[in-house]
């Protein structure tokens, strides 16, 4: 009986993980759209950014659902890896898990870490300006003033750099991730291979599409 309850409280923390990580794939993916239209119009960029900066259902509601989203799923996955090493206490001397895995499976804790770093930074960067900018400075509305803050950010060489290295490392993150959260919520059927090639392309259109913003802002600045 132990070892079942065992068994069905590591199989639910798995399930909540993988919803938490297919919902913030979706933001992702609204975020790398909003960042997009910079590349091809500043009034469009502002724009978006000012509805969505001054909407009281995104700042109050689905903003606030995203932070607990991205510490909820960031703390299941350090309890879940700490489980798996605490089962296997003996390391396997002649274990070769490069031939049974890949380097992004084997290492989702790292690349999640880098992430995490990342969207702390990321927090640092525009989130809490933006809160000082609106709820402590009370300074008037400016709906121009969001493109020129986000290319400001790329004007470093060194913070495009790691900007990008993060997004590469996200884009591993999400090559395992996405096609073992539908595993983890037993979704196996006649769509999964579209599935898990639909998971592969989002791994990496969006990651460089956020690197091609990037570096775009950073050499037309």
């Known amino acids: 009986m132990a070892k079942s309850a065992l068994l069905k409280s590591s199989i639910a923390k798995k399930v909540a993980m993988a919803l938490s990580g297919l919902f913030l794939m979706l933001f992702l993916a609204q975020h790398f759209?909003?960042?997009?239209?910079?590349?091809?119009?500043?009034?469009?960029?502002n724009s978006i950014s000012h509805y969505m900066g001054n909407n009281p259902l995104v700042q109050f509601v689905i903003?606030?659902?995203?932070?607990?989203?991205v510490i909820f799923h960031f703390i299941m996955g350090f309890v879940l890896d700490?489980?798996?090493?605490?089962?296997?206490?003996?390391?396997?001397?002649?274990?070769?898990?490069?031939?049974?895995?890949?380097?992004?499976?084997?290492n989702m804790i790292v690349t999640g870490s880098v992430v995490l770093a990342f969207i702390a930074l990321h927090f640092y960067d525009f989130w809490f300006p933006e809160m000082v900018y609106k709820y402590v400075d009370v300074s008037p509305l400016n709906e121009t003033r969001y493109f020129h803050e986000m290319t400001e950010k790329f004007e470093s060489p060194v913070r495009t750099a790691l900007y990008s290295i993060s997004f590469l490392l996200l884009s591993l993150h999400l090559w395992h991730g996405f096609n073992s959260s539908f595993q983890s919520v037993g979704f196996n059927n006649k769509y999964s291979k579209s599935l898990h090639t639909l998971g592969y392309a989002f791994a990496i259109v969006v990651p460089f599409g956020f690197i091609f913003i990037a570096l775009f802002h950073h050499f037309n600045h």
């Open 63 to 69: 903003q606030p659902i995203l932070i607990v989203g």
């Open 33 to 45: 759209f909003i960042n997009m239209t910079s590349v091809f119009s500043s009034d469009t960029f």
């Open 82 to 106: 700490f489980k798996n090493r605490s089962a296997r206490p003996i390391a396997y001397a002649k274990n070769n898990g490069a031939a049974n895995s890949s380097w992004a499976s084997r």
